[in-house]
C-alpha cells in the first residue's frame, strides 16, 4: 500500500473557512486506499524519505515559515521526493509575478503593473488595489484612490490593479488538466460563502487557458476569476500550490466524483 505524508497544518486560523475540517475530512477517505499521516509542514523533514509521496495540502500561506518552506522545496528537487502538487508550476507558489507576466501576454487577467510610471495602462478607475508580489490570503492588500496612490512610496515588491466592479467571484477546480467542479460567491462582499455553479463551455474554456499556460502535471489547481459588468471573466488568481477546495460545501456526487479521480491520480504516480 502506498505511504502517504500528508501535510497540513490542522491550527491554521483561516478567515471564513475551516481547513483542519476539510483536511480531516479528505484524510479520512484516503486512508481507506493508502497509509496516510498527517504532519505539520514544520515538522516533514524527518519523514519524507520514509514515504512514497508527499501531498501539500491547507497549510495557509507559507509566509509564515518561508525559510522551512523554501527548504522544503530545495529538498524536493535534490532528493527527487514526489510531490502532489507537483513543485513545477509558474502561478501562486511562486508569488504574484506571474499576474504581470499574463497581463504582459495578453491573457484575460485583471489588469496588472508594479510601477506607478505605468499607471496610464490600466484603466482610470475610483480605486486601485496594491499586493505584495509575495503576498498570500490578502496579506497586504489594500485599496487607494489614485491622489493617495500616487502620493504612497511604494517598495519594490508591490502589484497595482484596478479595483473591479464585478458581479460575483467564481473558482474552477482541477484535478491535473480535467475539470471537476466550480463554486461561486452570488453576494461580492462575502468570498466564502459558496454555492454550485453550472458552468458554461465558454466558462470551462476560459479557466483552461490557465491550466494549459501553467506547468503542472500532477496536481490540484482552482482559477479563481470575477465576472465583470459586462458579462466577460478575468482572472483573480491561480492557485497552484495548496488550493482550499470547499469540500463540505459540495452535493455528495461531485465529492465522490473528485475523490474518486483523486485517488485514480495519487494510485498512477
Do not use: H
Not at 31 to 45: A, E, G, T, W
Not at 132 to 140: C, E, H, V
Not at 142 to 167: G, H, M, S, V
Amino acid at each position: 500500500m502506498k505511504k502517504i505524508l500528508y501535510l497540513t497544518d490542522l491550527y491554521y486560523p483561516a478567515k471564513g473557512r475551516n481547513y483542519y475540517e476539510e483536511d480531516i475530512f479528505l484524510s479520512g477517505i484516503l486512508k481507506d486506499y493508502f497509509d496516510i499521516v498527517l504532519c505539520n509542514p514544520k515538522n516533514s523533514l524527518s519523514f519524507e524519505k520514509d514515504v512514497d509521496l508527499i501531498i501539500f495540502r491547507n497549510t495557509g500561506s507559507v509566509l509564515a515559515f518561508q525559510d522551512i518552506y523554501d527548504s522544503f522545496k530545495m529538498r524536493v528537487k535534490k532528493d527527487n521526493l514526489k510531490t502532489f502538487n507537483e513543485f513545477t508550476g509558474k502561478a501562486d507558489m511562486c508569488g504574484k509575478q506571474y499576474l504581470l507576466d499574463l497581463t504582459l501576454e495578453n491573457f484575460p487577467v485583471i489588469p496588472t503593473i508594479d510601477n506607478i510610471d505605468d499607471l496610464d495602462f490600466l484603466p482610470d478607475v475610483d480605486e486601485y488595489v496594491i499586493k505584495p508580489k509575495d503576498g498570500a490570503d490578502s496579506i497586504g492588500l489594500e485599496f487607494l484612490t489614485k491622489d493617495e496612490l500616487i502620493k504612497r512610496d511604494l517598495k519594490d515588491n508591490i502589484l497595482i490593479q484596478p479595483a473591479i466592479d464585478f458581479e460575483y467571484e467564481v473558482s474552477f477546480y482541477f484535478i491535473n488538466d480535467k475539470f471537476e467542479y466550480a463554486l461561486y460567491a452570488p453576494d461580492s462582499s462575502e468570498r466564502w460563502k459558496l454555492e454550485a455553479y453550472e458552468v458554461s463551455r465558454e466558462d470551462i474554456e476560459f479557466a483552461k487557458k490557465f491550466i494549459e499556460w501553467n506547468t503542472i502535471e500532477n496536481g490540484i489547481q482552482r482559477v479563481d476569476a470575477c465576472r465583470t459588468k459586462d458579462g466577460s471573466l478575468l482572472l483573480v488568481e491561480l492557485e497552484d500550490l495548496n488550493p482550499y477546495l470547499s469540500l463540505l460545501e459540495l452535493d455528495s456526487d461531485t465529492v465522490d466524483k473528485f475523490v474518486k479521480d483523486l485517488i485514480e491520480v495519487i494510485c498512477d504516480l
